[in-house]
């Protein structure tokens, strides 16, 4: 299942299905991370900083962690250590995606 992540040939409409946090097995996930032009990766996890492995397409990294592991957060070419905008579930749906095809999602602000 890791080799999956490992590679860069995973094809997708959806980023959320390869990037971010996935379950890899019982007591372990992966947070896979899209960075184009780094030659290394570094995220904070749970207060360590940790080099993430290279994937291998250019700008893929992944890490394998521990199910347990809440603060997660990736460095930025800026320094900024922030969280990984993929390791959260879509806020758009398949409807509004439609909708705004159909350019007809008159009411998108209203929550």
Same mark, same amino acid.
């Given at each position: 299942?890791?080799?999956?992540?490992?590679?860069?040939?995973?094809?997708?409409?959806?980023?959320? =299905?390869?990037? &971010?946090?996935?379950?890899?097995?019982?007591?372990?996930? %992966?947070?896979?991370?899209?960075?184009?032009?780094?030659?290394?990766?570094?995220?904070?996890?749970?207060?360590?900083?940790?080099?993430?492995?290279? &994937?291998?397409?250019? &700008?893929? #990294? #992944?890490?394998?962690?521990?199910?347990?592991?809440?603060?997660?957060?990736?460095?930025?070419?800026?320094?900024?250590? =922030?969280?990984?905008?993929?390791? #959260?579930? =879509?806020?758009?749906?398949?409807?509004?995606?439609?909708?705004?095809?159909?350019? %007809?999602?008159?009411?998108?602000?209203? #929550?």
């Amino acid at each position: 299942m890791l080799e999956t992540y490992k590679s860069s040939h995973f094809i997708s409409h959806d980023p959320h =299905a390869f990037l &971010g946090r996935h379950p890899l097995d019982d007591d372990h996930d %992966v947070i896979v991370a899209y960075r184009p032009g780094f030659l290394d990766c570094y995220l904070q996890l749970d207060g360590k900083m940790v080099l993430m492995e290279k &994937g291998e397409g250019e &700008g893929v #990294f #992944f890490e394998k962690i521990s199910k347990s592991s809440q603060s997660i957060l990736l460095y930025h070419k800026s320094g900024l250590l =922030a969280h990984d905008p993929y390791s #959260f579930t =879509a806020q758009i749906s398949d409807v509004d995606q439609y909708l705004f095809a159909k350019g %007809v999602h008159y009411n998108s602000m209203i #929550f």
